[in-house]
């Protein structure tokens, strides 16, 4: 919208020059209605622009869960784009991708399968029952303390799976294989990682330096269109040449506007596949 602006107060102040050429006789009314089309043309491309805005105004509205237009006053303050900050801090890549969610969550299921593999594995051996150990097999008083009571109490306090290996073999079979299979989405999880790791931070530093090259070339074109605007006022350039430089300038600052967009929409990327930035 500031660029489409700008473009506007650049095409009127063009039409004034092209109207006052005309006026003196050295301009053709072709010209003039060449410049003011050219003008109305840039307005026109203005209200597209408001709409889409508007639109995306109430949109912010209704994800904090207020009704459209509430916030508009304080949305629509014409600040300057935030430049996302540049990569700082020397964490380790293992801690900072650590705290990823979905990493945190593969290797708590690995632990978690490891552990029932231990679990599976200790049927091999008795198990003892210290609260079946104390009991006691009656409480009457005349045989609380008698050694049929206690011995019964001993009995009831040991278990051991010795007749039912088979089975016992089949789960800790199961339960290696749960972890093999908790342990590959695990990999698989830390290698997705890298990945939106190494493509967000690729996209960060290319939109990036698209930006600082599309700057230099504005810098050349805005050159480029005032020397063309004085030449043509001087009588050499035809209008023509103006309106071609006039375009050239607006792409480029359209294409200028879009990289910084991906830069910061790449930073945001970034900050999300690390677990919240580049910074332990």
């Known amino acids: 919208m500031r660029l489409a602006q700008a473009q506007e107060a650049t095409q009127a102040h063009l039409v004034e020059l092209v109207d006052l050429r005309f006026r003196q006789g050295v301009a053709a009314n072709r010209e003039l209605q060449r410049a003011t ?26 994800l904090m869960g207020t009704p459209a237009g509430s916030h508009r006053d304080a949305f629509a303050s014409g600040t300057e ?22 990493i945190v969550m593969a ?6 399968s490891n552990a029932r593999v231990g679990m599976a594995i200790a049927e091999y051996y008795p198990h003892v029952n210290l609260q079946g150990l104390l009991g006691w097999e009656s409480v009457e008083s005349g045989t609380l303390f008698s050694a049929s009571a206690q011995q019964s109490g001993g009995i009831l306090g040991l278990r051991w799976r010795l007749f039912d290996f088979g089975r016992v073999d089949a ?5 290696r294989g749960r ?19 190494e493509s967000a931070l690729s996209r960060f530093v290319e939109s990036r330096s698209q930006a600082q090259v599309l700057a230099r070339q504005i810098a050349a074109l805005t050159t480029a269109r005032d020397q063309a605007q004085q030449a043509y006022a001087a009588g050499v350039l035809p209008l023509i040449d103006v309106l071609d430089a006039d375009r050239e300038l607006l792409a480029a600052s359209d294409r200028l506007a879009i990289a910084r967009a991906g830069e910061s929409r790449a930073a945001v990327a970034s900050y999300r596949a690390l677990g919240g930035g580049w910074s332990g």
């Open 107 to 112: 290797e708590r299921r690995l632990a978690a």
């Open 171 to 175: 789960e800790v079979a199961a339960a």
């Open 37 to 62: 089309g050219e003008l109305e043309r840039v307005r026109a491309s203005i209200a597209p622009l408001r709409a889409a805005i508007d639109g995306q105004l109430y949109r912010l509205d209704v």
């Open 179 to 197: 972890e093999a299979q908790e342990l590959a989405a695990y990999r698989s999880a830390v290698l997705r990682a890298t990945e939106d790791v």
């Open 81 to 102: 784009q935030p430049a996302p900050p540049q990569p700082a801090g020397s964490a380790a890549p293992v801690d900072l991708l650590r705290r990823r969610p979905d």
